[in-house]
């Protein structure tokens, strides 16, 4: 039900991890670059998509969202990005759903949980 989209490998890991611990997510794929990202939402549908904000190639992940939505409208799209400062710009975006900065991971699985529309797992 969950897309990655991050180009750092380690991030990735620590991603699908921390997602781990919930046993109603399943990572159907991970992408390094935009285009990759959005050829991999239009085959599995997502629900979530975790979308990063520095990628491999010349589309960022603000510029990749709106077309990520084109690809999996019913997703939701999370931007996870150490950028603080395009927290602004994101949330205006009507294809961002969420923001959080990568050094609050700690709150990405209740993040995930509740635009999901889940409840914390007991």
Known sequence: ML??????PDIRFL???TL?????????GEAASATEAIELARTVHPNLIILDHGLEGEMTGLEAAPLLKQAAPNAKIL???ANEHLRGEALLSPSIDAF???TEIRKLL???QELLGLT???
């Not at 897309?3 to 750092?8: I, K, M, Q, R, S």
């Not at 781990?20 to 159907?28: A, H, K, Q, T, W």
């Open 15 to 17: 991603v699908r991890v």
């Open 79 to 81: 931007l996870f990005t």
């Open 120 to 122: 914390q797992a007991g």
């Open 110 to 112: 209740a993040m995930t």
């Open 100 to 102: 959080l900065v990568k």
């Open 20 to 28: 781990g611990s919930d046993r109603r997510f399943e990572v159907l």
């Open 3 to 8: 897309v990655v989209v991050e180009d750092e």
